[in-house]
């Protein structure tokens, strides 16, 4: 079941990538990668107009550069962001920027390169509940079913935040595409996936029906490879088990 339910996502990545290529709503080179599409500013101006967006004090982002106009607002606006690490190789697997004390531009520091220098890596245990997941995608639909570039890190960072008890049921997680990441179509999905619940693009704001979430990492899913080669993972799944 897990192997069609891949096969499925992974046509639809690529028919998404070729699409976004062809109508040149991304620069060249997206194809295999969250696209960092033409509208990202667009896109976070619109966010940033939202009810959900000022009263949020704290925002955790993906460092892929299609969500870097975000992170720069965030910032800019007083709000506390974590940035996960990419690819989560490290024991504390994000990032805090606190606007208070960062000693360089929000637009340098919310840069993957940037946060790398200018921030301090801590682990969930001394994270503060989140308010807005931003999460990017390759595709999503209205009911809020999405998918990524197939590595998994998304739904992991999202998994352990919810375990953690960081992101609860009033987290509102967003995802902001262009408009021609919004499918008319079933996205396949698996235990570990979560819906988003808010999709901006540069021309609309769609709220979506449909809210899944899991309780937490579903360790029976992850390949041990996965888990070696995440220390944060690694490091819990060698903890003895209670009993």
Request: aromatic share 4%.
């Amino acid at each position: 079941m897990g192997s069609s339910i891949d096969q499925a996502k992974q046509s639809l990545r690529e028919r998404m990538w070729r699409l976004l290529e062809r109508e040149q709503a991304v620069p060249a080179g997206s194809y295999g990668k969250i696209p960092g599409f033409f509208g990202a500013d667009a896109t976070a101006e619109r966010l940033a107009e939202l009810d959900v967006w000022q009263t949020a004090r704290t925002v955790k982002a993906n460092p892929d550069w299609a969500q870097l106009s975000i992170r720069v607002r965030a910032l800019q606006d007083g709000k506390l962001l974590y940035m996960a690490v990419p690819r989560m190789a490290s024991l504390q697997p994000f990032y805090l920027l606190d606007p208070i004390t960062l000693e360089v531009p929000p637009e340098q520091a919310a840069a993957k390169e940037g946060a790398a220098e200018a921030a301090r890596r801590i682990g969930v245990e001394d994270m503060r509940p989140i308010d807005v997941v931003i999460c990017g995608s390759v595709a999503v639909n209205r009911t809020g079913a999405r998918i990524g570039k197939g590595a998994g890190y998304s739904d992991l960072e999202v998994a352990l935040l919810i375990e953690a008890g960081l992101v609860t049921e009033e987290t509102v997680i967003v995802a902001p595409v262009h408009q021609l990441q919004v499918v008319d179509e079933d996205i396949p999905e698996a235990a570990h996936d979560f819906n988003v619940d808010l999709i901006v693009t540069p021309d609309e704001v769609i709220q979506c029906s449909g809210r899944r979430r899991p309780v937490g990492v579903i360790w029976e899913e992850l390949a041990a490879e996965k888990v070696a080669e995440i220390p944060v993972l690694a490091a819990r799944s060698s903890k003895p088990s209670k009993g």
